[in-house]
């Protein structure tokens, strides 16, 4: 793996360390794979392109753009840039990650519980219909835990006048030869009858309803949340030169207008702005070309600023400064790049700006390069 920094020199060297910055997009016609590790860095991002091979060609969106996240024994870990489930744990045992498309599989060890996947509704539907052991114990009045049998069976048992009977799924408790219970204990509080009336009643969601000896309980089925409803990612760039916007030290906001993918719609072209749709620890990339009009020209001092107003996580009174260490070109062409990785709250705004003083510093003398030269990208890399 090389080192892409543009002076030959890391920007970050002189913190002991040599990341790469920014990471290096690519885009093949496949998802990526464990093998996927050579001349690749931890960071880099992946397209997904194969929908372009279509007809009509798609391109791509939610799920296809991935990280490598780390490169263990020739393994590579890439995980794709959307949010929603990302592992499973259970009473005992490790958390079970999902695969390359985060899919966990879920089964059943108990006899006659199938567990089927429902992608029209979005959820997982467990059917008991064919019978089994179920039940893991009883609580009695003096909390004493009454476990199954090795067939998994409860025995319910009448006392004092009180008898018990069954059918298919019902037991049915008869106290007509016993006297009235008389006050009925609950988790708050307890509950005394009215000539012999007992109000059951639903809270919340919960409802209930009686008929004949039996009354029911219902609780709404939990909505699964779809996977890719917490995708935010975007990347922008300046599609033409905008010529003497600084050069006397004036902070130029860019404009970046054109968008290469918007996952989430989070940037406002409008605007210029990316606004954090959730609280989560976001990553940007930057690049910024400045264009002096002449071969080989020297910026006497330039600083890009991603600026966050208000941020109450972003230090140095909510704008991140990154000096330049400017790299010029024999077209007189003058470039940075940056990475920042940052927690947001949700509603903070994110935008990108330069300054830096040409020759005398007197006049605005320098342009901001367009194309691909001055580009914008994030993404929420974790939900908070």
């Known amino acids: 793996m090389s080192d892409r920094g543009l002076t030959g020199a890391n920007t970050l060297a002189y913190r002991g360390v040599r990341p790469s910055t920014p990471p290096n997009l690519v885009m093949h016609p496949r998802r990526p794979t464990v093998n996927d590790y050579l001349s690749f860095c931890v960071g880099d991002i992946w397209i997904d392109s194969s929908g372009r091979l279509l007809t009509p060609p798609v391109f791509p969106g939610n799920g296809d753009v991935y990280m490598l996240t780390s490169v263990a024994g020739n393994v590579a ?119 012999n009336v007992l109000n059951v009643l639903g ?84 690049s910024v070309t400045l264009f002096s009009g002449s071969a080989l020209g020297t910026v006497n001092f330039g600083d890009t600023y991603l600026e966050c107003p208000g941020a109450a996580y972003v230090p140095g009174g909510a704008i991140l400064r990154s000096n330049l260490g400017w790299v010029a070109d024999d077209a007189g062409h003058h470039m940075n790049e940056d990475t920042y990785i940052i927690r947001l709250n949700a509603g903070d705004t994110v935008y990108y700006t330069v300054n830096a003083t040409y020759g005398a510093g007197a006049a605005k003398t320098m342009g901001v390069g367009g194309g691909t030269q001055t580009a914008f990208a994030g993404a929420l890399l974790a939900s908070l």
């Not at 409802?207 to 609780?219: E, K, Q, S």
């Open 203 to 286: 809270a919340g969601s919960a409802v209930t309803t009686g008929a004949g000896n039996t009354v029911t309980i219902t609780v709404p089925a939990i909505p699964v949340v779809p996977l890719g409803a917490r995708d935010y990612s975007f990347s922008v760039y300046l599609a033409g030169l905008v010529n003497n916007v600084t050069g006397d030290d004036t902070h130029y906001k860019i404009l970046f207008d054109t968008v290469i993918f918007n996952i989430g719609a989070c940037y406002n072209t409008g605007t210029n702005l990316f606004t954090a749709p959730v609280n989560g620890i976001y990553m940007f990339t930057a």
């Open 77 to 195: 870990s890439w995980v794709p840039f959307i949010g929603g489930l990302m592992s499973l744990s259970g009473d005992i045992g490790a958390h079970v990650h999902g695969d390359v498309n985060q899919n966990i599989q879920l089964t059943s060890n108990i006899g006659n519980l199938t567990i089927t996947g429902n992608p029209g509704a979005n959820r997982l539907e467990f059917d008991s219909s064919g019978g089994g052991t179920f039940v893991e114990k009883l609580i009695s009045d003096d909390f004493v835990d009454v476990l199954p049998a090795g067939a998994g069976q409860i025995y319910i048992h009448g006392v004092n006048g009180i008898t018990t009977t069954g059918f298919g799924s019902t037991v049915t408790i008869d106290g007509a030869g016993a006297s009235a219970l008389t006050t009925y204990t609950t988790n708050a509080g307890n509950a005394v009858p009215a000539a």
